[in-house]
């Protein structure tokens, strides 16, 4: 088809339409049948219904009284019984073709009895005959609020299809859920006409309600296994799937309607487990398929639910029941609530995980919808009803959605729409107070990495070894792809509070002044460093000249072994303090136990003492400062000198235990 037709303002106007006509096509159907103006509910007693209201102006007003119980309509083949109502009684039940045929029948003697020019004589329980002529046409004022409210927030379902297609027109599963959500008004417009009929519906017109039904409701089950297996990803390739399942769904209701061979157990609702079964099967292979995939693992979690909870539910208290020969335990109107759970979840799903990539905008585009309709039909509504002139109807739709629809809109937005849990200016404090005690390049790419996860609070934050010079948005706004510090590499962060928005172009600028003010923090805290080494060096460097030189004399010039053995310790520390303390960064244990093990086996071989070194474990989960290394190093000395000097050893054992903390040093003699 051509593109430049299938436009995002075309698709969504054609919707508009479609949702228009079958709205009007459910009202005129309606408006054919017979109308008595008697509202009435299952009684208690067996095969009774109780008057719960009569219209005003109605044929029955003044004939009958509310609260009285009627056992049927007398016909010339006796008594025809009203229970079960039609609203009440789960048209799509009959299992076979012959109970189907049964059940026209005995609506067809219905319409008889209700279009007889002699009237309709209702029979109460006590055996009174009350004669009524009703109305061949059911006045649109008539029509119960029940079909109204249904119709209305039924509406969601197209609407939430149109408005993802209108932002994803690309993904195959925006194009199956556009195609679910059409199918679905069709059942639901269908129900809507069961749900508002007064005690029946005329055959013709009950068949075509019925084949409305059958038909939405035959293409949008299959279209939610369809749409698990092309999102979060694609299970399968090309579109063979796609028309294998319309294609066997169309079958299924040229069948239904031309009664051409029945299926086993029940001629329609058979197929409806087997659709179960399918869309519980890809759920469980999009699992495995995003196992190393947690944003994607997040969106089929919601879109899983979504379809399988209400699914459950419906398959559980209605076709089950009706599989096994008996009634639902629900009527229709839960039914047609229940399906409304499925658009409600995908809605939520939308807005908090990132469903199909649509951020929370989305939802202001379908509440500006959703209040156009709705003023609409406060306006069509108030005419209907009151009589009122145009401009008088249309200023009190205003005023009623003014002040119940804005302010409940408000409400959703504020309550629903993630906001951001700080702005920058509010965050920017705490910012500075992280890295105000970073002292090295490590610490301050350290406080940099926590402070994108306090900002962002992202589902998933992995470094690459790619460099970049800015901040960039990608896949439209899942990732957020930030330099690092000292640009060497970079961080991309997925899912944006956990995975309830998408990254915008704020984020980018945002980021990007942060960034700034870190990298000026690391640079001046660098110069300072470089400042304190270079004052540091000319420290030692002076002490070493100084006071180096005068040890090193008297190792030369002192007469005692033991005070010249002192003097070159000394000068040893010295010279180990000095080089120590010119670094900065978290020393490698590793590093030194080569030298300390050199010099000890030195002064042990000197003395004529066998030297047994041991180490265990693994040295590198040991990082140690300056200070700590020298202290280190301070006490194996003195540790040595002590069993050299007052132990007069043959063997002396230093065993090191690097596999726990505290580091452990052992050191022992004969």
């Not at 649509?358 to 003023?375: A, H, P, R, T």
């Not at 406080?447 to 948005?473: A, G, K, M, V």
Request: with cysteine; glycine share 6%; aromatic share 8%.
């Amino acid at each position: 088809m051509n593109k430049a037709i299938l436009t995002p303002a075309n698709v969504l106007l054609a919707v508009l339409l479609f949702v228009a006509f079958a709205q009007m096509t459910a009202v005129y159907l309606l408006m054919q049948t017979p109308w008595t103006g008697i509202n009435a509910v299952v009684g208690t007693l067996p095969d009774t219904v109780v008057v719960e209201s009569i219209d005003a102006d109605s044929p029955a007003a003044g004939k009958l009284s509310v609260g009285e119980v009627l056992t049927g309509v007398q016909t010339a083949q006796g008594l025809l019984k009203l229970a079960p109502l039609l609203y009440d009684f789960p048209p799509l039940s009959p299992a076979t073709f012959a109970q189907l045929d049964a059940f026209y029948q005995r609506q067809a003697t219905l319409h008889r009895a209700f279009t007889d020019p002699v009237g309709v004589t209702f029979v109460t329980v006590t055996g009174e005959n009350v004669t009524l002529t009703p109305l061949l046409y059911t006045p649109l004022s008539a029509l119960p609020l029940t079909f109204w409210l249904l119709s209305l927030i039924n509406l969601i379902s197209p609407l939430v299809g149109v408005l993802v297609w209108t932002y994803r027109p690309n993904q195959q599963a925006s194009a199956l859920l556009l195609m679910h959500g059409l199918f679905y008004y069709l059942f639901v417009m269908g129900g809507v006409c069961v749900v508002a009929s007064e005690f029946y519906l005329p055959p013709e017109i009950l068949q075509q309600v019925l084949l409305l039904q059958v038909a939405g409701i035959g293409i949008a089950a299959p279209l939610m296994v369809l749409i698990l297996c092309y999102a979060p990803s694609p299970l399968v390739r090309g579109n063979w799937l796609l028309w294998l399942t319309l294609g066997g769904s169309a079958l299924t209701i040229v069948n239904y309607h031309y009664h051409w061979f029945e299926s086993p157990g029940h001629m329609y609702y058979s197929q409806h487990p087997l659709i179960y079964i399918g869309a519980s099967i890809a759920i469980i292979l999009q699992w495995r398929r995003t196992r190393q995939q947690p944003v994607e693992r997040a969106a089929l979690l919601v879109l899983a639910t979504s379809f399988m909870l209400p699914s459950t539910l419906i398959v559980a208290i209605h076709v089950i029941p009706i599989l096994f020969g008996k009634l639902p335990l629900v009527g229709n109107t839960i039914i047609l609530m229940l399906f409304l759970l499925i658009a409600v979840g995908l809605a939520v799903g939308i807005l908090r995980y990132r469903l199909f990539d649509i951020e929370f905008w989305w939802l202001k585009s379908l509440l500006w919808l959703l209040g156009g309709c709705l003023v609409a039909a406060i306006d069509l509504s108030v005419t209907a009803l009151f009589q009122l002139s145009d401009s008088y109807a249309l200023g009190i739709s205003v005023i009623i959605a003014g002040f119940l629809y804005f302010p409940l809109r408000q409400w959703l937005l504020g309550k629903v729409i993630p906001a951001e849990k700080q702005n920058l200016q509010d965050f920017l404090p705490a910012f500075s107070s992280s890295l105000s005690d970073a002292v090295s390049q490590d610490t301050f790419e350290q406080r940099w990495l926590e402070s994108l996860q306090q900002r962002f609070h992202p589902l998933h934050l992995e470094p690459l070894p790619e460099t970049i010079t800015h901040t960039q948005l990608s896949d439209n706004g899942l990732h957020l792809q930030i330099p690092s510090l000292d640009n060497t590499r970079s961080y991309r962060l997925s899912g944006k509070q956990r995975a309830a928005r998408l990254f915008h172009k704020t984020d980018v600028k945002n980021t990007e002044s942060l960034l700034t003010v870190a990298r000026m923090a690391s640079n001046a805290s660098e110069m300072r460093q470089q400042a304190i080494m270079e004052e540091r060096r000319r420290i030692m460097h002076d002490l070493h000249d100084s006071l180096g030189s005068k040890l090193l004399t008297l190792t030369h010039q002192l007469p005692d072994p033991n005070h010249k053995e002192s003097a070159k310790q000394a000068l040893m520390t010295l010279r180990d303090t000095i080089r120590l303390s010119l670094k900065t960064t978290p020393l490698r244990l590793e590093d030194h136990l080569a030298d300390w093990r050199a010099e000890i086996a030195e002064r042990a071989d000197a003395a004529g003492v066998t030297l047994h070194w041991q180490q265990t474990g693994d040295a590198s989960i040991h990082a140690l400062t300056p200070k700590l290394v020298l202290e280190i190093t301070q006490l194996l000395r003195e540790t040595v000198s002590n069993a050299l000097k007052h132990a007069a050893p043959a063997q002396l054992s230093l065993r090191l235990q690097m596999d726990a903390s505290p580091l452990q040093i052992l050191v022992g003699n004969d």
